[in-house]
């Protein structure tokens, strides 16, 4: 307490004298590079600047100080924190950086103030020390407040503490040191760094102890390096003091610090430091990358030789922690270990572990293959050691036996086939991992795989066994040994002995066929039999899958999948007898579930029956011919056209053509109104790709004419409507031939398509559809007649008014009279004594439009030649020789003669005249007036 009392005394006295160092201010030196830090925040030209100012050795002892700290921090912003440590270490190397009372103040600040406030903080240490006011928490906040400013009378006091080599009363000192030393660590900055980097090799290991204790209330990340300075302490006390827990674990260094540091601690420490990291490494919070934990390990296996048995103890539980088990090199030290736990390589009572999960389809695996194959042979030993029957894996909780299994299960799931030996090794020592056996049995080690089987209790293992046993073929002398099993099993275990099916179909023993058709199944029954068909095509085993594929099909809506399956298969044996079954099979297009072959080498579409009996290029081949596909075709045709036959529900473009032809002919002389008009399309279709490819036509090129033949009407009238535009001269002649034919609809379907097509017109012609039997081109040739312009058709329709139906002959005289031919008068008036009221009615207005065309061409001519002597004529004629304007003396005799005319008409015209100037003309006017009125002519 005396040589702080001096301290204050000799800084008083100097600044009462005036004597203060002139010390040059380091922030002026480091100016320029400071300026580029801060202002244009171009840290690559920064650190360029300050390696060279501290190179030039030009700077003072504070500015080389100052620009080491500097330099630090700007490499910890870079991410380059090695390099940052080794020069703040070699900065603080240099000792705490000496204060005088007021030195230069910092630029922008007011000296005034800031003397002032320099002197308030020595006032406020002053009076923590000599503990004037009892409360430490009334003054710490006093000092944060006068910030930087308070910082040199810290460090002073506490440098003047620091060099007592006995405290006169321990826990007072203590509590001083640890306030003065809390406020640095959290006020942070290059001084403070430089003392408290200094305090890491203060010779009293109680201060440092102190001082390494407030550690935790840094604020400034830059300061972390400066605190694991003090993990190299020789005394254990001072670095727990360091790693101590506080309330909040989040604020403890333990999980501040980088755990390479704590590692090379205690690495290079005593037992206690290593005790001591081996605690934190079991901390939930403690997070260490691969290599970090690899190095873990490696001071863990150091340790436990050791024949301390605490750290023994503590480092089994640090390697149990999740960062013990990140690594291959941890997992192999708990195999090692884990037959002498007591429970789980865990730390914090029973916490699950990663490992303890098994993977799944939303986790990734978590070994790769070369992980996996070095911690088999680890694994395999420990299961060995650990039998499992004595504790058994079902105990509640996770227990070390538990966790052992979850790891095989991690470590087999990249591996294939390798992994069969060691999960039967496990099998033997108790761990019923038999679903691990799945994918992983091969024709090598099946035996090896039964022989265990055998030895299984029945239960979910017996049956995950007998799963993997049907993924592959089994030889068939295992056929009688697994019949065996299942008899001893049935009645006790019914549910295991379902699972006996698949592994005694993959046999491909004949005998099995025989034992699956006494067995049943039910709908699992065609399943087990196609299995066993791909082995072996015995007849022995294609007659079983007859006798099923031919019992009474499956109620509407039922699963007839089986069923399918079984004729697919059985066409893939070329199995003649499995047509008749395709064509009584009572869904041949869909199946109630998409699915491909059973028997396909690759991935296909959904497959039937029938499907895969059309299409080209089947997987796998079944060797029937075109004929023998026809065949079944017609045979499904002739029983019913199913209603899910159409185009859309094929793969057309997969069809034949010869085939794709047959099935359309099906389809249209059966069903055209609901499918055939898209068949022929679709053979359309095809014939088209034909020529854009410039391919033969193949068998389809004589389709239209063949349909042209077919008996069907509705069939016919179908193709005609549909024709292909590129191959009409194939066809020209059937459909001319249609024209005699008893159907007179599609007679005069194929008149239109010749005339529309083929451009069939003129006198022979229409000679040709008046002479047919069909009314309906007998009436189409009327109507051609009409169109002949070399009198040729008046003729015609003289004849056609004799037709022997009643609408031709009423045609024609509608006809004729379109024509006005004088010429058929007397045949009209013939027909207007017909039967039938059409043709009589007909003929009248053919007459009627004859005379007045006659009568009105009578009158024009007369018109046309000036020789009009009609009343209404002369009128006209002197109304226009009495106009205004003509001679008085014609005006005088028109007006006398219209008097004399007596035609009405021309009353308006003399009522104006009347009014005239002339008084002759006015008095001729009206005299006509009267005569016209007396003797009026109608």
């Not at 978590?366 to 105990?395: D, I, N, Y």
């Not at 579409?605 to 081949?621: A, G, N, Q, S, V």
Request: aromatic share 6%.
């Amino acid at each position: 307490m005396k040589h702080v009392a001096l301290v204050f005394t000799f800084a008083a006295a100097l600044a009462a004298q005036g004597q203060v160092p002139a010390v040059q201010d380091p922030q002026k030196e480091l100016a320029a590079v400071i300026a580029v830090e801060e202002q244009e925040r171009d840290l690559a030209k920064a650190e360029k600047g300050y390696c060279e100012a501290i190179a030039g050795g030009k700077l003072s002892a504070q500015a080389m100080q100052l620009a080491q700290f500097r330099l630090a921090d700007l490499l910890q912003k870079l991410g380059r924190d090695k390099e940052a440590a080794e020069l703040r270490a070699a900065a603080a190397k240099a000792g705490p950086i000496g204060f005088d009372d007021f030195g230069p103040a910092p630029q922008g600040q007011d000296p005034e103030r800031e003397k002032a406030l320099r002197e308030k903080a020595r006032e406020v240490v002053r009076q923590l020390v000599e503990r004037h006011v009892r409360h430490q928490q009334q003054l710490v906040p006093q000092l944060a407040w006068f910030g930087d400013a308070a910082v040199p009378e810290v460090i002073a006091t506490l440098e003047a503490i620091g060099a007592q080599e006995h405290w006169v009363n321990p826990t007072n000192v203590e509590e001083d040191v640890a306030a003065l030393a809390g406020f640095l660590w959290q006020r942070g900055g290059p001084k403070a760094a430089a003392f408290l980097a200094g305090v890491a090799k203060h010779p009293n290991a109680d201060f440092r102890r102190v001082i390494a204790g407030v550690a935790h209330r840094l604020a400034d990340k830059a300061l972390l390096d400066t605190a694991a300075l003090f993990l190299r302490d020789s005394e254990a006390e001072v670095v727990k003091a360091l790693l101590r827990p506080e309330q909040s674990e989040g604020q403890s260094l333990q999980y501040r610090l980088r755990p390479q540091l704590l590692l090379d601690a205690a690495r290079e420490g005593g037992r206690d430091l290593r005790l001591l990291v081996f605690q934190w490494a079991g901390k939930p919070l403690v997070q260490m990358d691969r290599e970090v934990a690899r190095q873990l390990v490696a001071l863990v296996r150091d340790s436990l030789g050791a024949l301390d048995a605490e750290l023994g103890l503590a480092a089994r539980r640090a390697i149990g922690s999740r960062n013990g088990q990140s690594t291959v090199e941890g997992l192999e030290l708990i195999l090692e270990q884990l037959p002498w736990m007591q429970d789980l390589p865990a730390n914090e009572g029973s916490q699950v572990l990663p490992v303890l999960f098994a993977p799944s389809e939303s986790r990734p695996q978590r070994f790769t293959r070369e992980e996996a194959l070095r911690l088999l042979p680890a694994v395999t030993a420990c299961a060995q050691a650990m039998q499992a029957e004595a504790e058994g894996l079902r105990r509640p909780g996770w227990s070390r036996f538990a966790w052992l299994a979850s790891l095989m299960r991690n470590v087999a799931q990249p591996l294939d086939v390798a992994a069969a030996p060691h999960v039967l090794a496990w099998t033997d020592a108790g761990y019923a991992l038999t679903d691990l056996l799945q994918g992983r049995i091969t024709p090598a080690n099946v035996r090896e795989v039964f022989a265990r089987f055998e030895r299984l209790p029945w239960g979910r293992a017996a049956e995950e066994c007998l799963r993997a046993l049907g993924e592959i073929d089994l030889p068939p002398d295992l056929f009688p040994a697994l019949v065996r099993r299942f008899e001893a099993v049935r009645s006790a275990a019914p549910k295991v002995a379902d699972n006996f099916r698949t592994p005694i179909a993959r046999t491909g023993n004949p005998a099995a066929a025989d034992w699956l058709l006494a067995e049943g199944g039910g709908q699992l029954l065609p399943y087990s039999l196609v299995r066993l068909g791909r082995r072996t095509q015995h007849e022995r085993v294609k007659a079983a899958m007859r006798t099923v594929a031919a019992a009474e099909a499956p109620a509407e809506g039922a699963d007839d999948d089986g069923r399918s399956m079984l004729i697919l298969a059985l066409l893939a044996m070329h199995d003649p007898a499995a047509l008749e079954l395709v064509a009584a099979h009572n869904r041949p297009v869909q199946t109630a579930r998409n699915k491909p072959h059973p028997y396909a080498t690759q991935k296909t579409h959904f497959m039937t029956p029938l499907r895969y009996l059309i299409e080209k290029d089947p997987d796998p081949p079944h060797g029937f011919t075109e004929d023998d596909v026809i065949a079944v075709l017609q045979k499904i045709a002739a029983r019913y056209i199913p209603h899910d036959w159409e185009p859309k529900s094929w793969t057309v473009g997969l069809i034949p053509d010869r085939v794709l032809g047959e099935m359309a002919r099906l389809v249209v002389t059966q069903l055209p109104v609901r499918g055939g008009r898209e068949w022929i399309r679709e053979v359309t279709r095809r014939l088209d790709e034909h020529r854009e490819k410039g391919e033969a036509l193949g068998p389809l090129a004589d389709w239209h004419r063949q349909m042209l033949s077919s008996p069907g009407a509705r069939a016919l009238a179908l193709v005609l409507e549909n024709l292909d535009e590129h191959g009409l001269d194939a066809v020209r002649a059937p459909i001319d031939a249609l024209l005699s034919g008893e159907d007179e609809d599609i007679a005069a379907r194929a008149a239109r398509v010749l005339e529309a097509r083929f451009g069939f017109g003129g006198l022979d012609w229409t000679k040709r559809l008046l002479g047919s039997h069909h009314a309906p081109l007998r009436e189409r040739g009327v109507a051609l007649a009409v169109r002949l312009r070399d009198g040729s058709g008046e003729k015609l329709l003289l004849e056609a008014t004799q037709d022997q139906a009643p609408v031709p002959r009423a045609e024609a005289a509608k006809a004729l009279g379109a024509l006005l031919s004088k010429d058929a008068v007397p045949r009209l008036i013939e027909l207007l004594r017909d039967p039938d009221e059409d043709v009589r009615k007909a003929a009248a207005d053919a007459l009627t439009r004859i005379r007045f065309f006659h009568e009105q061409q009578a009158h024009w001519d007369r018109v046309l030649k000036g020789l009009d002597a009609s009343p209404a004529s002369a009128a006209e004629k002197l109304l226009l020789q009495a106009r205004p304007g003509a001679p008085k003396d014609q005006r005088l005799l028109a007006i006398t003669s219209l008097g004399a005319l007596g035609v009405p008409e021309a009353l308006p015209f003399l009522i104006d005249w009347t009014r005239d100037t002339d008084a002759e003309i006015a008095a001729a006017a009206k005299t006509a007036i009267t005569q016209i009125h007396l003797n009026p002519r109608r």
